[in-house]
Structure formats: C-alpha cells, structure tokens
C-alpha cells in the first residue's frame, strides 16, 4: 500500500500559468520529497523538505508541509512544456531507509 | 560524476523463466534501493542495501531477492516470473539512504509474456 495520494490525478494548464499539485500521507514522517518522472523515466528528486519546515523554494518550485494535516502541496509557477511530467511526493519515516511514494500527479502543460 | 545505470533496460521474458536486473550507483554512493513500478500499483519499495547489507525488504514474495557486492553495485533476481511481474524496475542511490534524495537510474522495463 502507499503512503500517500495525491491530488489531483491529473492537470492541464496553459503554458505559463502556476500549477498546483497537493499530497497526503497516513503516518508521521522525517522528510517529504518531490520527484518528477517524464513518460516512464527515472525519477528526478526536485526538492526535500524536513518535518520541521513549512516551506521550501526552489527555482520555480514552491513546497509547503503541513504535519498537522499530514500534507503538502507542490506549486510549479510559471509553468513551461518541458514542465510536462508526472509528479510524485515520496516521504520516509524513521530508521526505515525507504521511500514511500504517492499516485502521482500527471501535469499537462499546454503550449 | 556519471549517473546511475541499469541494464539491461529493456528485457522480455516468459512465464516460470528468471531474471537478472543489474544497478550501477553513482560513485561514491553506498546506499541502493530498489522500486517496482506498475500501473496499478505505483511505485513499490522493493529492497534496500547499505554496504551489502540489507537493512529493509518491502512486501513481495521471496522469489525477489537483491544482493549488493563490495563496490556498491547491486543486482535484483526475480525467479519463477509470472505475468503480473511486468513492470518498470527503478534503482535509486543515495549518499546514505531515507534521509536524503535519492537519484535514480532509467529503469529496467520488464515484460513477461
């Protein structure tokens, strides 16, 4: 089973305009991450964000946690076509040296 | 620094046959770890390996198994495959495992006929 779900499962924007992606996970964790992953590729690690933060900025990616709610949003401004991805949160949780990944979030971004 | 690779990445295999799938982490790296990924599972943990040890198994049966050898390269073995084995298979290192991002290889795409 996953840890978390994500929301929505997919988006289309407009090239240009933000788009926002939010994440939910069951149980308490140390870190939450982002990953992008373009037409059944490797994953890429876009951005970390400890159980002590609130939000993170990264180039034209914006994360916030919310441990009281268990969840966390990814915010992609400006979008571009090349932002055209799936897009997954991954947390751990203690000494358990594994990732446990979300559904997913398929971003379409429309020239 | 070269990434990290997987090989074969693609792989087509039939029912009750057995497969090797090899991971090359980055250098320096000593933590690798494993994922299945699958349409209608997502991305699963598999195993993950620390200095040949290995310190986690996700929830698959025992006909998958994982080894890492003395220069951090890993291989995964999945015996007697059946058709829902048929998946992306992700390797991923890391400098130390959980705590910190992980990178990740092109997969391995295996397809059970």
């Known amino acids: 089973s996953q840890q978390g779900e994500e929301d929505p499962q997919a988006l289309s924007i407009q090239e240009g305009e933000n788009a926002t992606m939010n994440c939910s996970y069951k149980?308490?964790?140390?870190?939450l991450q982002w990953y992008r992953q373009n037409s059944g590729r490797g994953l890429v690690h876009l951005i970390l964000?400890?159980?002590?933060?609130r939000e993170k900025h990264s180039g034209r990616l914006r994360v916030t946690l919310d441990t009281s709610k268990k969840s966390s949003s990814l915010l992609i401004t400006a979008s571009r076509a090349a932002d055209t991805a799936s897009y997954f949160c991954?947390?751990?949780?203690?000494?358990?040296?594994?990732?446990?990944f979300g559904a997913g979030t398929t971003v379409t971004v429309r020239a | 620094k070269a990434g990290v690779t997987q090989t074969p990445r693609y792989l087509i295999k039939t029912r009750g046959q057995q497969v090797t799938l090899s991971c090359s982490p980055i250098?320096?790296?000593?933590?690798v770890s494993w994922y299945q990924q699958t349409p209608g599972q997502g991305l699963q943990f598999l195993f993950e390996?620390?200095?040949?040890?290995?310190?986690n198994k996700g929830n698959f049966p025992g006909r998958f198994s994982g080894r890492q050898f003395s220069n951090s390269r890993s291989e995964m073995n999945v015996s007697t495959l059946e058709l829902g084995d048929s998946a992306l298979y992700l390797c991923?290192?890391?400098?130390?495992?959980?705590?910190?991002?992980?990178?990740f290889g092109p997969g391995t795409r295996l397809t059970v006929t």
């Open positions: 149980t308490s964790i140390n870190n």
């Open positions: 390996y620390f200095s040949e040890t290995q310190r």
């Open positions: 250098s320096g790296h000593r933590s």
């Open positions: 964000i400890r159980s002590n933060e």
């Open positions: 991954a947390t751990d949780a203690g000494n358990d040296y594994k990732l446990s």
């Open positions: 991923a290192s890391s400098s130390s495992g959980g705590f910190y991002e992980q990178y």
